[in-house]
């Protein structure tokens, strides 16, 4: 016959370790710090919730989360910056501080977009930021329509809004190519990825728009519990 616990002894066991579990919990709840841990369980729970309520941590991020189509144009950036809600509000930013140059920039890398995903594809970049969404190639002619809508709008010498560009040998090297393509030649990878290259000049990213992003940021409004409880049912 095997030895075991007398049945009062089993049954105060018992009761023991279900007090001491409910006086562990009770101590984790009242040691709750209401904003210091909720600010951080928001950021836990929120980074596997693609609404989570606080905006994207980098340029990179707000770019990605727009979601821009192939089919954008210049005539269609603004509706597509308006229909993202950060992109929106960063926009509304620099529009309150008169900051037009970095209003242009903006447009600007929201309409390149689908060449820099095509060359990603191409070159079989990484996904950008880990993301799971699969970039296709653009058609050649969405190829062409895209560069030459971005260089009349943001490189040439007859536009009303010319980016910031320092590097005056890449610019003469995509006039090349927008005079070739319109004497229908075909443009190929390495005019796109030139292309691509001037999201990256210092005019544009590091002395231009990022750090502005970045003061943007440290304004942004940080997300209330509602919103934290919210985004996470």
Same mark, same amino acid.
Request: with cysteine.
């Given at each position: 016959?095997?030895?075991?616990?007398?049945?009062?002894?089993?049954?105060?066991?018992?009761?023991?370790?279900?007090?001491?579990?409910?006086?562990?919990?009770?101590?984790?709840?009242?040691?709750?710090?209401?904003?210091?841990?909720?600010?951080?369980?928001?950021?836990?729970?929120?980074?596997?919730?693609?609404?989570?309520?606080?905006?994207?941590?980098?340029?990179?991020?707000? $770019?990605?989360?727009?979601?821009?189509?192939?089919?954008?144009?210049?005539?269609?950036?603004?509706?597509? /910056?308006?229909?993202?809600?950060?992109?929106?509000?960063?926009?509304?930013?620099?529009?309150?501080?008169?900051?037009?140059?970095?209003?242009?920039?903006?447009?600007?890398?929201?309409?390149?977009?689908?060449?820099?995903?095509?060359?990603?594809?191409?070159?079989?970049?990484?996904?950008?930021?880990?993301?799971?969404? /699969?970039?296709?190639?653009?058609?050649?002619?969405?190829?062409?329509?895209?560069?030459?809508?971005?260089?009349?709008?943001?490189?040439?010498?007859?536009?009303?809004?010319?980016?910031?560009?320092?590097?005056?040998?890449?610019?003469?090297?995509?006039?090349?190519?927008?005079?070739?393509?319109?004497?229908?030649?075909?443009?190929?990878?390495?005019? /796109?990825?030139?292309? /691509?290259?001037?999201?990256?000049?210092?005019?544009?990213?590091?002395?231009?728009?990022?750090?502005?992003?970045?003061?943007?940021?440290?304004?942004?409004?940080?997300?209330? $519990?509602?919103?934290?409880?919210?985004?996470?049912?």
């Amino acid at each position: 016959m095997q030895a075991g616990f007398p049945m009062g002894s089993l049954g105060g066991l018992l009761q023991q370790n279900i007090y001491s579990h409910g006086k562990s919990l009770l101590s984790d709840f009242y040691e709750f710090d209401l904003g210091r841990d909720m600010g951080n369980y928001c950021s836990f729970a929120g980074s596997g919730n693609k609404k989570a309520p606080s905006p994207p941590h980098t340029l990179e991020e707000l $770019l990605y989360e727009v979601g821009v189509k192939d089919d954008i144009s210049a005539a269609t950036v603004d509706q597509v /910056i308006g229909s993202s809600p950060w992109a929106n509000k960063f926009r509304l930013y620099l529009k309150s501080r008169n900051l037009s140059g970095d209003e242009t920039i903006l447009r600007f890398l929201v309409l390149i977009q689908p060449l820099k995903s095509c060359a990603n594809f191409n070159n079989n970049h990484a996904q950008i930021l880990g993301h799971s969404k /699969i970039h296709h190639g653009l058609t050649e002619s969405d190829r062409k329509r895209l560069f030459m809508d971005i260089f009349d709008t943001f490189l040439s010498e007859d536009s009303e809004d010319v980016l910031p560009l320092s590097n005056q040998a890449l610019w003469g090297d995509l006039l090349a190519t927008s005079n070739s393509i319109k004497a229908g030649l075909p443009v190929s990878m390495e005019s /796109i990825i030139e292309i /691509i290259q001037v999201r990256k000049d210092p005019g544009v990213w590091d002395e231009g728009i990022e750090p502005t992003y970045m003061r943007f940021l440290k304004q942004a409004p940080p997300p209330t $519990l509602t919103a934290c409880i919210l985004s996470i049912l």
